[in-house]
């Protein structure tokens, strides 16, 4: 039987005022431009990668954000303060190791809170479709039946990803699996999520990945996707933010 969580008071269609930003990267294969910064103050069409995530933030209404740094983290927590003063900005210090996406989560638990969190890595990408994917992604939130809500795109349209694919999801939008050994997954997760922080539990210590939690939700029934609808850059080499750069171009220009 699947585990029922209580209901968070967070609207339906509104999108959570707490985001956590996963932003401890060491951001290896974007060397040398991650040799004096690091990964999410790596600038891509004028501004840096965390900015980009910032600005959207803003303007989805969200009041906190909870950024975990590892890789050079005074120049981004400086930047964000200065950059950001409107957002309440909370640093999850893991400067002496570095968790992973899963690890990060539990450190970071005890600054989220007890209602649903948008979960944002710091180097993502997107440009929205006809509605702001944030509010899309919060329109479809369910508490009732979601513990996790992935935003994702079918994987001829994740530009510049590598990999063959996340996840399988049936037509109601529930995943139904995640790509096995060998096989190609039509959906690519895209780094933003909403998750109820209940989920973050059980965990082991140290580092390890998220997977661990959408792996439950999963086996519970209570992990969805939502398909972004406009673009969206995996943003991973140096070569990526050329490509990008010039898409980007390309489309603003049309």
């Known amino acids: 039987m699947s585990r029922q969580l209580a209901i968070r008071p967070v609207p339906q269609g509104r999108v959570p005022r707490t985001a956590m930003v996963m932003a401890a990267g060491l951001g290896k294969r974007m060397r040398p431009l991650t040799i004096t910064r690091p990964k999410p103050l ?68 005890p600054l989220l809170g007890d209602d649903p969190v948008l979960v944002v890595n710091g180097d ?75 989920v973050i539990r059980d965990a082991p210590a140290g580092p390890f990945s998220t997977n661990l939690f959408w792996d439950r939700a999963i086996a519970q029934q209570r992990a969805f996707g939502q398909v972004h609808q406009g673009l969206w850059f995996e943003i991973g080499t140096p070569q990526a933010v050329t490509r990008t750069e010039a898409m980007l171009a390309d489309s603003w220009t049309r």
């Open 42 to 109: 790596v600038e891509v069409a004028g501004k840096p990668l965390i900015d980009h995530v910032f600005d959207r933030l803003r303007a989805a209404g969200v009041e906190r954000a909870i950024v975990n740094v590892h890789y050079l983290p005074d120049a981004l927590e400086a930047h964000l303060h200065r950059r950001y003063p409107d957002i309440e900005v909370i640093i999850s210090d893991e400067r002496d190791m570095l968790l992973e996406t899963g690890g990060g989560l539990v450190k970071a638990k």
């Open 124 to 198: 993502s990408l997107w440009i929205d479709g006809p509605v702001d994917a944030l509010k899309l992604l919060a329109s479809r939130w369910n508490p009732a039946e979601m513990d996790v809500l992935l935003l994702m795109v079918p994987f001829a349209r994740a530009h510049h990803l590598g990999g063959q694919g996340d996840f399988r999801l049936a037509a109601d939008g529930r995943i139904t699996g995640r790509r096995g050994a060998g096989r190609v997954a039509p959906f690519a997760y895209i780094g933003v999520q909403i998750m109820d922080p209940a």
